[in-house]
């Protein structure tokens, strides 16, 4: 009886000094003491806009976060250390919404309202640059070790949810569920055949294409693991007769042994502009 007795208040103690050391050390306090930003997103006419690009910075650590608004313009991004952020938001045909001043201290909820502006015919900018006149393709693949290559890599070889990559057809052009490297070369050879005049929309000839591709690690090796960005952007025009612009995100993270754990964005209908 004894023995067991001394047994107990030694694991007692054995915890209480496990307990000690943790919170002199600040572990505990780290775990307690995570935040969060969240919030809506929405247009200059009050609606909601769904599947919009969030992404949070810490302006001190340079590691980001990023979420998608679902389809009530809403998104939340938690599990964040206390310090400055920086927040960006942005959506094709929408101008690039950026905060920089946001302070979140420890255990603290900040709740931004963000609203996008529209941009104009004129305001629009080009991502493939001025020395394109009527057709482009740019893709981007920004990887700076071996690592990031094949995570990029990984993400853009995922299937779309029950393989089948689109739903249905806007102005002549398949609109995908999911991004991946099927979809890019969708878009890539769609470019080509409107150069060579080969792919009229509803018999009226395409006079301006063009094609956006990123793929990024927006959080790089932390120690929750990795996550990837896809973002496409495509627009066409016919003159006054006919257009078409909308952007596709996929993002997907890994976990620290560099296996997927989850996909943010499939299934979900771009936004789609048709004129």
Not at 123 to 150: D, M
Not at 152 to 178: F, M, T, Y
Not at 185 to 196: A, C, G, P, S, V
Request: aromatic fraction near 8%.
């Amino acid at each position: 009886m004894g023995g067991s007795v001394k047994f107990v208040v030694q694991r007692v103690g054995l915890a209480l000094w496990l307990i000690g050391h943790l919170m002199g050390t600040g572990f505990l306090h780290g775990l307690a003491s995570k935040s969060a930003i969240i919030g809506t997103v929405k247009d200059e006419g009050g609606s909601m806009i769904p599947n919009v690009t969030v992404r949070v910075t810490n302006l001190e650590t340079s590691i980001g976060h990023t979420a998608i608004t679902d389809n009530n313009g809403n998104f939340s991004i938690r599990e964040l250390n206390p310090g400055k952020y920086a927040v960006e938001a942005q959506l094709v045909g929408f101008q690039k919404f950026t905060r920089e001043d946001i302070i979140l201290s420890a255990e603290s909820e900040f709740i931004l309202a963000i609203k996008l502006s529209v941009w104009s015919s004129a305001e629009r900018p080009s991502h493939l640059g001025r020395s394109i006149e009527r057709f482009g393709v740019k893709i981007q693949r920004k990887a700076q070790s071996e690592t990031e290559r094949y995570l990029i890599s990984k993400a853009e070889q995922l299937p779309c949810p029950n393989r089948k990559w689109w739903h249905k057809d806007a102005d002549g052009v398949r609109i995908p569920v999911c991004l991946n490297a099927t979809v890019l070369n969708y878009f890539t050879n769609l470019i080509e055949r409107h150069k060579k005049d080969q792919r009229p929309i509803k018999k009226r000839k395409i006079q301006k294409a063009e094609v956006f591709y990123e793929a990024s690690l927006v959080t790089q090796g932390d120690s929750n693991g990795w996550t990837v960005e896809l973002r496409l952007e495509y627009s066409h025009s016919c003159g006054n007769l006919c257009g078409i612009t909308f952007s596709k995100v996929r993002t997907v993270i890994f976990d620290k042994n560099q296996n997927v754990v989850k996909v943010i964005g499939d299934e979900k209908e771009p936004l789609l502009i048709v004129s």
